[in-house]
């Protein structure tokens, strides 16, 4: 292949990578997508295999465990014929083929993933997103006191605000911020140690399997800084909370800086009492959804060559956080590739249309969601809740799991506890096979507007009785 078809074939490859990342932002449970698929980016495309560079071995071989349908059916519905999908690890020099995704047809497992993360590599931390430094972080009204908080403790790290705990619903800046302190502690030679919160426990279930336990105390515990993001995640998980808890005090007793996001304030959390006060011991931050001003301002930082009057109608529109934004913005940019034709404020309006249909009008409460689920489905509240597995309780639970995150706007934590106390992966498992479904299958499509017809109605009652 000559230089300009390679040149050729990369840029097509990046512009179907794009509009798929578009399309999983709207699909995928945010944390799957923020963990597996954002830190990865089209290298090539020959003959119809598109190559994905990953992070690490680890990322790949969970695209390929959790997400290989979805991957599989997005990018070949983008690209318009069938492709295979295999990952690049960065920095490698050769594809690993047994990452390889096959076209729909093959047989996929639908077991819940299992938590081993194989051999761990204890001297390094995971990788920091470039991106995500304090110059790209666009400061407004909602952010502007974490971001003061966060550049406080880059510039004296262990000295003040120790810990900080930035909190906010998904897709608002927590990890931005974080991986920014990492880098400026990172270049004056500060060893920092930055971790999600669903890895520090995978790492702490395999060292305590392995017994190597004493390597994962000295990996963690020789940091200068430790950075761990969602801290949510190990609520449901109490010998992970015991590792964190002797882990935070020996570092905290030592002097080292502790940042640490999460969904909620302390107080409200799910953690132990103890890890609680620990947090709240510190500073305690939060981050708002943008305003207008802040929204145009992210756009136009994402995409400055775009005329104003696009990026003024993608910023009208109410998104709850900068992800939403950033995929609505991602949508119209490769709607606009893939049509071949410029963005126009016509153009965006279409490619717009579909995702304002899907943006739920108003919060739904866990009883009014449980309660129109059992109406239809004929399930009770308790079996719902309970642990029952025929298939149409089955059925019930995971569309509550999916309409408690997506109309009640829970977290997966909170989820889990209003359906009885499930495990938060166990949560975003159940989402993810109701969107796969909702993809193949209409009647399922037909079933959720229907329980959101039961919501309404039951609201329109509750107001006229009132």
Do not use: C
């Amino acid at each position: 292949m000559s230089k300009i078809s390679e040149g050729l074939a990369t840029d097509n490859a990046r512009q179907i990578w794009s509009a798929a990342l578009g399309q999983f932002q709207l699909e995928i449970p945010r944390p799957n997508y923020e963990t597996w698929l954002k830190p990865t980016s089209a290298v090539g495309l020959s003959d119809d295999i598109l190559t994905i560079s990953t992070p690490s071995p680890f990322a790949a071989e969970m695209l390929e465990k959790r997400l290989s349908g979805t991957i599989l059916r997005t990018v070949s519905r983008v690209a318009g014929r069938k492709l295979e999908v295999q990952f690049k690890v960065q920095g490698s020099t050769h594809e690993m083929q047994s990452e390889k995704l096959v076209p729909e047809g093959s047989e996929t497992s639908d077991s819940e993933p299992d938590e081993t993360v194989g051999e761990i590599d204890y001297a390094r931390s995971y990788s920091l997103k470039p991106s995500f430094n304090f110059e790209t972080f666009v400061v407004g009204p909602s952010n502007r006191l974490a971001q003061a908080a966060a550049a406080k403790v880059a510039e004296s790290p262990g000295s003040v605000y120790n810990p900080l705990y930035i909190y906010s619903e998904v897709g608002l800046g927590k990890t931005h911020l974080l991986h920014a302190i990492g880098h400026t502690l990172g270049l004056r030679g500060l060893k920092v140690m930055y971790v999600s919160s669903e890895r520090f426990t995978n790492e702490y279930i395999s060292a305590i399997r392995e017994g190597t336990a004493n390597k994962f105390r000295e990996r963690y515990r020789s940091a200068d800084v430790l950075l761990v993001d969602d801290i949510q995640f190990i609520a449901s998980k109490p010998q992970t909370q015991e590792g964190f808890f002797h882990t935070f005090n020996e570092l905290h007793m030592a002097g080292k800086q502790i940042v640490i996001t999460g969904d909620e304030p302390a107080s409200k959390s799910l953690l132990q009492e103890r890890i609680q006060s620990r947090l709240a011991g510190g500073l305690e931050v939060d981050i708002q959804p943008p305003d207008y001003e802040s929204r145009y301002a992210i756009l136009q930082s994402k995409a400055p060559d775009l005329e104003p009057a696009v990026l003024d109608q993608i910023a009208q529109r109410a998104h709850q956080n900068v992800r939403e934004l950033e995929g609505a913005l991602n949508r119209v940019v490769a709607y606009s590739q893939l049509i071949g034709s410029p963005v126009t404020t016509e153009l965006a309006d279409q490619a717009l249309k579909s995702l304002l249909a899907e943006t739920p009008k108003d919060v739904a409460s866990v009883d009014e969601i449980l309660k129109s689920i059992s109406e239809f489905s004929g399930v009770t509240i308790d079996l719902i809740t309970g642990k029952r597995r025929d298939k149409a309780t089955a059925e019930a639970r995971r569309m509550a799991m999916y309409m408690l995150r997506e109309d009640a706007h829970l977290t997966s934590a909170r989820v889990g506890q209003a359906l009885g106390g499930k495990d938060h992966s166990t949560v975003l498992y159940a989402q993810k096979r109701f969107e796969q479904l909702m993809e193949t299958d209409s009647s399922v499509r037909q079933h959720l507007a229907a329980v959101r017809d039961i919501v309404i109605r039951a609201r329109r009652i509750n107001l006229t009785t009132k």
